[in-house]
């Protein structure tokens, strides 16, 4: 049966909120597209007008089919080359969906992202439509063809799983973005003992090159052995220019909701550093380094004014 106007418009005004699910769900922009994209197929050769609520009919959809694709996730990961982290969303991007509550503007954030990837697809299902959605039990119960008492119960393990990943209290934005800038002045100086000094103890960098851009295979764990890594990432050099395709412009922006360091080459995001903020120091350092993962970045980037770089690196 064909849709009607009405039919394409009702899909198209829950397309934004089932882009952030998909988003959150997936830790992948592109695949969260894909997925919405399948929901409107199914959309289409259902019968709507039988549909009775069609926000529920296609949250439905989309989490089966996300759940499907974690699965399948899984094992592909396996045989990713070296880290795998989420692509990183920049300031203003609409998937990153709503942010009216703490809890929301946690459940997108970096970090949360990349405990989320510890947790089973329906722990996962559970923890962002209860967290970052306000869906009830009951409705998510529906959802995810589970009883309301189980997704109580897989919530609040969930909600420890992330709670425990997330022990230290974050500062403010303001001060978040004045240690950034700090940080990079420290790296830039080359002297170790001061990016030291603005680490945690255990603290960890991260990076994902995907295999298409060199990024150590492993973390690198502990303050000492992260400002080593981080005074020789922002020394320049030949070879890293020729690299990234020419000398890249750093810029102190948001990811996720959160500070970020963001280097440009010729308006394309070539690399996107966002950082762990807490009271104690610097938690982590996640790079988004791999090329298939910073379109939507850059496309991103090259719809808003940045300003001046704070400086020119590489």
Avoid at 94 to 115: F, I, K
Avoid at 145 to 169: M, P, Y
Avoid at 257 to 280: F, K
Wanted: one cysteine or more; proline letters at 4%.
């Amino acid at each position: 049966m064909a849709l009607t106007v009405n039919d394409v418009d009702r899909f198209t005004a829950s397309r934004p909120r089932l882009e952030a699910i998909a988003y959150r769900l997936l830790g992948s922009a592109s695949e969260a597209e894909d997925a919405v994209q399948d929901t409107f197929l199914r959309w289409q050769t259902a019968d709507v007008d039988r549909i009775e609520v069609p926000e529920a009919w296609l949250t439905k959809v989309l989490t089966n089919l996300c759940l499907n694709q974690l699965t399948s996730a899984r094992a592909r990961r396996e045989t990713y080359v070296g880290e795998w982290l989420p692509e990183p969303l920049l300031a203003g991007d609409p998937m990153l969906g709503p942010a009216d509550t703490a809890e929301q503007r946690e459940s997108v954030s970096y970090a949360v992202l990349t405990l989320l990837e510890r947790l089973t697809p329906n722990e996962r299902a559970v923890y962002v439509l209860r967290e970052a959605f306000a869906y009830t039990h009951r409705e998510i119960a529906e959802i995810l063809d589970l009883t309301e008492s189980a997704c109580q119960q897989i919530f609040h393990r969930a909600k420890k799983h992330v709670a425990d990943g997330r022990s230290r209290t974050e500062v403010d934005e303001a001060a978040a973005r004045r240690i950034v800038e700090e940080f990079l002045a420290a790296a830039t100086s080359g002297q170790t003992d001061l990016l030291v000094q603005m680490l945690t103890k255990d603290a960890v960098s991260i990076g994902d090159g995907g295999g298409k851009v060199p990024a150590r295979a492993k973390a690198f764990e502990g303050a000492v052995a992260v400002a080593k890594f981080m005074r020789g990432l922002f020394k320049p050099s030949q070879a890293k220019r020729s690299l990234v395709g020419g000398s890249a412009e750093v810029y102190v922006t948001t990811a996720n909701g959160a500070p970020a360091v963001v280097a440009v080459v010729d308006g394309r995001v070539v690399g996107v550093m966002c950082l762990e903020i807490t009271t104690e120091g610097i938690v982590a350092f996640r790079n988004q380094v791999n090329p298939d993962k910073l379109h939507r970045a850059t496309g991103r980037w090259a719809a808003d004014d940045h300003g001046e770089p704070l400086y020119t690196a590489f």
